[in-house]
Every structure is written in C-alpha cells, then in structure tokens.
C-alpha cells in the first residue's frame, strides 16, 4: 500500500468512526428522550379527529334531512306546477 493510499483508509475509518458515535449518541437520545410525540397521542388526536368528523355528517345529514330537503322539494315542485305535461305519444300540439 503506498503512503497515500493508507492516508486515505485512515481518514475513511476515521470517518466511520466518528459518523458511528454520532449515530449511537444520537440514536441513544431518541430513545432516551421523554419529550415530543409518542404514538398514544397520535392515536389519541386521530381517534378525536374521527369522532368529530363522524359527529358533524351525523349533524348535517339530519339537517339535510329535516330542513333544506323538504324546502327544495317544495320549491321545485311550487316551480313545476302550472306547466302543462307533454303527452306521452311524442306529438307537442302548438298554441
């Protein structure tokens, strides 16, 4: 091995060396760390957000259902009554 070529694995181990501390101290805070997010509040904000989601088409359905549907049907037909109906046999007769 020529000397640059052992200068070269030297700073390459070196290097891992020093990114494989980084990694472990890094990896040993995670797991040490008591702060930020774990994954009974997430399922907790997911199961809140389901919930509410379920509780306001509930709240819309029944609203549709008892007043904006009756309203519209009422008002389509108070549109539709006065017109004559179109015979069946596909002749329109002119006025």
Known sequence: MTKANEVCALAYTKGQ??????LRKRTSNQLLSTKGEG???TVFKILIAVVLGVLLMIGLSALMNSEILPALSKQIKGIFTGIPKVPTGGYVPTV
């Open 39 to 41: 994954y009974i509040d």
């Open 17 to 22: 060396m020093v990114k494989e501390r980084f």
